[in-house]
């Protein structure tokens, strides 16, 4: 788990853009700079890391977390 994380953090640091599908929230939250929530196959939460982490009811709600 570690080295796919150290991996994807060193192609985010040569600029490469990718899309991260994760369900947990740890690796997500050291390597996104932008966050997608889905639920019942619609998006419920679309914005930047920092707003994402300022949502603590879309965390709780849809992700079990908070």
Do not use: K
Not at 9 to 26: C, D, F, K, S, Y
Not at 44 to 59: H, I, P, S, Y
Request: proline residues 0%.
């Amino acid at each position: 788990m570690q080295q796919v994380a150290q991996c994807l953090r060193v192609l985010r640091e040569r600029g490469l853009a990718m899309l991260l599908i994760e369900q947990r929230l740890v690796i997500a939250r050291d390597i996104a700079s932008r966050v997608a929530v889905m639920g019942h196959g619609e998006i419920v939460f679309e914005g930047e890391l920092d707003q994402f982490l300022q949502r603590t009811d879309v965390m709780r709600e849809w992700l079990g977390v908070g």
